[in-house]
């Protein structure tokens, strides 16, 4: 198993970034330019949801499952035009609720 933060890659040319069933703790608080998944379930990582990611141009899949993220859901994230895919299920999210996860393909917020 694969440890600590999540390192943050200044590839331009990456488009998927899958490091899910590892022991990472905290993650990077920015995604490259061009990532279009970021799948970071079952790991343990703690903290907030970085709302830079919102800044993000191209991401259409994140996946933050079976963590222990806390604090609220960035209103940032769900301004990405591509995003299809938000799961964040198994955490300690609170907060509202915002309406724009309504249309989104998929989601899931259960378990929080």
Same mark, same amino acid.
């Given at each position: 198993?694969?440890?600590?933060?999540?390192?943050? !890659?200044? $590839?331009?040319?990456?488009? +998927?970034?899958?490091?899910?069933?590892?022991? !990472?703790? $905290?993650?990077?608080?920015? +995604?490259?330019?061009?990532?279009?998944?970021?799948?970071?379930q079952n790991n343990r990582i703690q903290g907030t949801i970085p709302s830079l990611w919102g800044e993000s141009t191209q991401l259409g899949r994140i996946v933050l499952s079976k963590n222990s993220l806390s604090g609220t859901i960035p209103a940032e994230l769900l301004q990405i035009s591509t995003l299809l895919d938000f799961y964040v299920d198994g955490n300690s999210l609170s907060g509202p609720v915002d309406d724009r996860l309504c249309d989104l393909a998929r989601f899931s917020i259960s378990d929080n």
């Open positions: 198993d694969f440890e600590g933060a999540i390192p943050f !890659f200044r $590839s331009t040319s990456l488009r +998927i970034m899958y490091m899910f069933n590892n022991r !990472f703790s $905290s993650l990077p608080e920015d +995604i490259p330019v061009g990532t279009v998944y970021a799948e970071f």
